[in-house]
């Protein structure tokens, strides 16, 4: 009798640590089983699992040579010269660039820094580091002005209508806010930073 219980005793001993063994498998597995012995990954969108739509992220540049470096990886930007120097030069008789050097100086356009480089056709691109975004909207909304393409932290405005197609797969987005000419159909709007205005991946040439 002492012998078959003790066979017995161990028996149900071995089964009760292959049952925990088992268990164990499953808390290392994190219990988020999808009950059909996968995995399933904790969802998450937007920059750093925040929760913002990966379709809002912008790209953003420190610097102008960082502008400028971005816009050689999807189109071309050659020679550049401080807004100064370029409205200082022959080129500017002849190809103006958007804006002008003042807009640095006036605070109500949160325009940190004004470059001008060329594209490889010989065209003029604007570029702005841009300190305070909603500001430089405003302003941008105020002035009726269109087909401006902005970053994070900077803008651009291309000074060729094959460059603005180049740009297309470049993150950036037209900022609209001319209510007098509506986006097509089928082209995502995001808001802006200004009411009336909104962030769109249709590019006007």
């Not at 580091?129 to 405005?157: E, H, P, R, W």
């Not at 470049?170 to 082209?187: D, N, R, V």
């Amino acid at each position: 009798m002492r012998l078959r219980r003790a066979i017995t005793v161990g028996a149900l001993l071995l089964m009760s640590a292959s049952m925990t063994a088992c268990g164990g498998d499953d808390d290392k597995a994190g219990g988020n089983s999808d009950g059909d012995g996968k995995t399933g990954a904790t969802a998450s969108s937007g920059k750093g699992g925040s929760g913002e739509a990966a379709g809002t992220e912008l790209p953003e540049a420190s610097d102008m040579a960082s502008v400028a470096y971005f816009l050689n990886e999807h189109a071309s930007c050659l020679d550049l010269k401080s807004g100064a120097e370029y409205d200082d030069s022959n080129y500017t008789d002849t190809d103006p660039a958007w804006g002008e050097e003042q807009m640095t100086q006036d605070p109500a356009w949160g325009i940190k820094e004004r470059a001008v480089c060329m594209d490889k056709y010989n065209d003029a691109n604007t570029l702005l580091l841009v300190s305070d975004m909603t500001k430089f909207q405003t302003s941008i909304k105020k002035g009726n002005y269109s087909s401006i393409l902005v970053g994070k932290d900077f803008a651009v405005d291309p000074g060729d209508a094959q460059t603005v197609q180049e740009l297309k797969t470049s993150g950036l987005k037209t900022l609209h806010c001319s209510a007098e000419a509506p986006i097509p159909s089928g082209y995502k709007q995001e808001p802006a930073q200004v009411a009336g205005c909104v962030l769109t991946d249709y590019y006007a040439d």
